[in-house]
């Protein structure tokens, strides 16, 4: 299982910054973590939904074959199990948003999906709000900053 996690870790200097000025009133981070995983759950949800990344790229469409085996066109979905094992964690020092579920033969749907196969046989379907190269998107971030910045502005 821990070879599926994937850690991003935001380096911005505004937040950072954000972030000093959080520790040098030693205030208690918890309520703007907690606020930041549930706007990444929420966000992450989202997509699929929208059958879209965040950053509004489309999802590629199923193979002919894919849909008639699943009898349907939904992309992401088949039971529900990687949708509905989306969730969100938090503590006063990190924000965890992700998905849990493997198949019985170990198959990790949320990485395959999230980033596709090497062999293009499944196509990259983000639905995590970060790209290729592991940044998350720029209105995630911008987003995230602005909840900081509310956050310290409010204490």
Request: hydrophobic fraction near 35%.
């Amino acid at each position: 299982m821990a070879d599926n996690l994937i850690q991003i870790d935001i380096d911005d200097a505004n937040l950072n910054r954000l972030l000093k000025e959080l520790r040098k009133k030693g205030e208690d981070f918890s309520p703007v973590t907690k606020e930041i995983a549930n706007y990444l759950y929420l966000i992450s949800d989202e997509t699929f939904d929208n059958e879209s990344a965040f950053d509004g790229t489309p999802w590629d469409r199923l193979a002919d074959s894919t849909v008639k085996a699943k009898g349907h066109d939904r992309k992401l979905y088949d039971d529900g199990d990687m949708r509905d094992s989306l969730s969100e964690d938090s503590d006063g020092g990190k924000a965890i948003v992700g998905l849990n579920v493997i198949s019985d033969d170990g198959y990790p749907y949320a990485v395959v999906h999230q980033f596709g196969t090497d062999d293009e046989r499944v196509p990259a379907r983000p639905f995590l709000p970060f790209d290729e190269e592991n940044q998350l998107y720029e209105g995630a971030k911008d987003e995230i900053i602005d909840l900081v910045r509310d956050f310290l502005e409010d204490i």
